[in-house]
């Protein structure tokens, strides 16, 4: 067939059928199951999806050894916090929610026990409550993320915050878990005669700190040479060499933060679901919980750190995955929130605190996965994990804690989207940034971000640029900054 001209006087072509590089994908499905999750017409295939998966769980892993190792370690009343409950609790709700991401949503986004919320239920609401209130506090903060993506506000919201200020935040909280994991390990310590400092004296000191220095380092060798499952096999190995070195060294038990490394009896155990459905959905809210007040602002503070975090996750890892486009935005996103949303309230009734979406899912779309079967193939695999609980309790915090750091050094490449040159952007984004780690808190920094950014233009005459969901989103967060002062005037304790 012959070419048909472009342009008269131009030397270009326009190609016709006969034209079609032989090598293009069909996009018609192959089988049910292509057909389904659109395999092929987003010009996928099944290896690609099954190993993606694959390398999406060994990426996220670890969290089935660190959630159980920050929700252990909070004062709680009413219910012991087994570790292989905790353990069994993480794992069921991240394979739920993984799979319904996965066959409802069909996107490549896998779902765990969130470290901010985990951290948040830790810190802030445990001391305060029964671990059944806890629970029902991060069902509440769930119910209300659905509610908000019924409504379609969720998704005028994050459609509405500006794309630097989204990638700020995810900055952010790769500076917030790097802070945590170099917290945990021993590596800064707090409480000495500066904010903080290298170690309790200044200086290093203990096996246990060595041993999360050389899994950190070799991780990231492993990850600077292309190794696939890097973050796995660092724990695994950090793992081992603690052992052999508690053995060897005859490192005192007092020595390990939480988890002694000792070889269990048997890698393989029932699951233990003691904590599942230990639920008090409104008794924090009553005397003998937090109180009204207390236990609203926490619920706030919930669905505030779960709704960030996911929303900077869910635009990063679509992007990189083809499906978003150059605002941000995902076609079929609702689907995706509905889901996340409710995996605040499906991590409270299995007692693993609020689920969110994992930037790790990034490495599975980085070895092709661009469907939902990638996500059900790492939903299964958190499944198995069901009966190797033995094996997460022998990993001690230390070596868990290298993923954290590994992590954060991830979450940074964010800031090259950033025009730091730009006043106007670069001072939001520093604040949101900084004052996350700073002030151990991601509602906090993305409520910088968000007044900083408002005011700012407002400042410079173009107050109409941020548009009325970022106004709205100032006062909100106004009102949270000025809450204590506003409890104090109401005589509220």
Known sequence: ????????????????EDDTHPSTPDPRPKSALDAYFKISARGSTLANELRGGLTTFMAMAYIILLNPLILSGADVTGVKLDHA????????????????????GNVPLALAAGLSVSGAVSALVVPHTTWAQAMGLCVIYGLLIVLLVVSGLREKIMNGIPLPLKHAITIGIGLFVTVIGLYKAGFMHTGG?????????????GWPVLIFCLTLLAIFVLMARGIRGAILIGIAGGTMLAVIVNKVADVPATAWKNSVPVWPGSPVSAPDFGLFGHVDLFGAFGGKGMGAISAS?????????????????????????GLADKQGRMPGLSKALFIDGAGGAVG????????????????????????????????????????????????????????????GSMM??????????????AIPAFLTCTLMPFTYSITAGVAAGV??????????????????????????????????????????H
């Open 451 to 492: 007044i900083s950014y408002t005011v700012i233009k407002a400042g410079v005459g173009r107050w109409r640029e941020p548009g009325v969901l970022m106004w709205i989103l100032t006062g909100v967060f106004v009102l949270y900054f000025a809450l204590t002062p506003i409890k104090s005037w109401l005589g509220v």
């Open 1 to 16: 067939m012959p070419r048909i001209p472009t342009e008269p006087g131009t030397t270009e072509d326009r190609p016709t």
């Open 193 to 205: 005669p500066t904010p903080l400092s290298l170690g309790p004296t200044g200086e290093l000191a």
């Open 348 to 407: 409270g009734l299995a007692g693993a605190s609020g689920q969110t979406v994992f930037v790790e899912s990034a490495t599975g779309v980085g070895d092709g996965a661009r469907t939902g079967l990638a996500s059900a193939v790492t939903g299964a695999m958190f499944a198995l994990m069901l009966f190797f609980s033995p094996i997460a309790g022998i990993v001690p915090v230390e070596v868990a804690s290298a993923a954290l750091v590994v992590i």
């Open 412 to 425: 940074m490449s964010q800031a090259r989207h950033i025009d730091w040159s730009d006043r106007e952007v």
């Open 85 to 104: 409950a905790l353990t069994t609790a993480t794992a069921l709700a991240a394979a739920v929610t993984t799979i319904l991401m996965g066959v409802v």
């Open 297 to 321: 602002v926490a619920v706030f503070t919930l669905v505030l750190a779960g709704f960030f975090d996911a929303m900077a996750t869910i635009i990063g890892v679509g992007t990189e995955a």
